[in-house]
């Protein structure tokens, strides 16, 4: 469904490349995610596939056609949350839905129906220059689906929500897929993207430095550990890697002498794997 060969992009008056010649490619139904800290070049990628930044070196291949070649019917075909939410201060939730619904040559979802899944029916009616930061971003989440289009972008989509609604939009999220929908994730939370994506790039400096499927590269890269916590006159806590555990004299020596409160086993987690490709740290830039 998309297909990026060898991207370059400079923003104007700027000497370096932002992007610096990127490969990836996303098959149909499948959900993509960019992963890496501020200022990698996440955004500025989803903003030259979704056409918001021109003057990009290299292909984009969006359904089978080179994106220089589509026109303005593009924008029937993806659906695209933006990084700030972007609405008409004056009008209502509902009104701003019917407003952009009515750019597109078709919106077969239910408005309401829409403002219902992401918890807005009940301020439908209310202008979103009084919505919260919260509401205004599940507003932007849904008016990318207005017209139930084939590839959707999500920037960010669950930054500034509470975990409850944080839930609702990935499960969304999960359905799209179901229903076939191919998807750009652009996240720096390693946890969303464990969840949901098929396979994550990492992105820093505007080079991807690995992409694979979350678990293969946790596998790669990281490595299972087990966590012992046991009683010595305070709680203790201490990690032993899996490997070889039984020729550990640290770890045999507190299993024999120490009171063991718990013991379980550890995965590497993706922000592990980062820190390891990149030797930047995802969890000290997260929001
Ligand atoms: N309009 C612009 N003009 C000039 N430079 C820009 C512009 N937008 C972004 N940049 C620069 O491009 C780089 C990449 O920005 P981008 O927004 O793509 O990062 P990101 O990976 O999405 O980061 P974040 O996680 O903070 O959203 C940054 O160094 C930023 O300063
Ligand atoms: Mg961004």
């Known amino acids: 469904m998309i297909d990026i060969e060898n991207l370059r992009f400079s923003y104007p008056k700027q000497t370096d490349d932002t992007i610096k010649g990127i490969n990836f490619s996303i098959k149909e139904g499948e959900i993509y995610g960019f992963l890496g800290p501020s200022g990698a070049g996440k955004s500025t990628t989803q903003k030259i596939i979704t056409r918001l930044v021109n003057g990009f070196q290299g292909k984009v291949w969006i359904m089978g056609k080179d994106l220089k070649n589509w026109n ?17 201060a004056k009008l209502t939730g509902l009104e701003n839905l019917k407003l952009f619904a009515s750019l597109y040559d078709k919106f077969p979802q239910n408005l309401m129906g829409l403002l219902e899944q992401v918890g807005l029916a009940e301020a439908a009616h209310q202008k979103t220059q009084d919505y919260s930061k919260g509401m205004k971003m599940r507003l932007n989440f849904v008016r990318a689906l207005i017209h139930d289009p084939d590839i959707l972008f999500f920037d960010e989509p669950t930054t500034g929500l509470d975990p409850v609604n944080a839930r609702n939009i990935k499960n969304i999220i999960k359905d799209l897929k ?21 396979r994550v790039a990492f992105i820093t400096e505007g080079l991807i430095k690995a992409e694979d499927a979350p678990k293969a590269l946790k596998l790669k890269y990281g490595k299972p550990l087990l966590n012992v916590e046991y009683e010595d006159s305070d709680l ?42 990149t030797g930047e740290n995802l969890t000290n830039i997260e929001e």
């Not at 019917?73 to 609405?87: A, K, Q, R, S, T």
């Not at 179901?178 to 098929?198: P, R, S």
């Open 72 to 88: 303005n019917d593009y924008y029937n075909h993806i659906g695209v949350g933006f990084e700030l939410p972007n609405h008409y």
């Open 178 to 198: 179901q229903q076939g929908k191919t998807i750009f994730l652009t996240t720096h939370n390693m946890y969303d993207a464990d969840e949901l994506c098929d």
């Open 236 to 277: 203790k806590s201490v990690e032993f890697d899996l490997k070889n555990l039984g020729q550990n004299q640290e770890f045999m020596k507190i299993i024999k002498k120490q009171r063991i409160i718990s013991m379980h086993t550890r995965e590497a987690s993706l922000d592990e794997v980062f820190v390891k490709i």
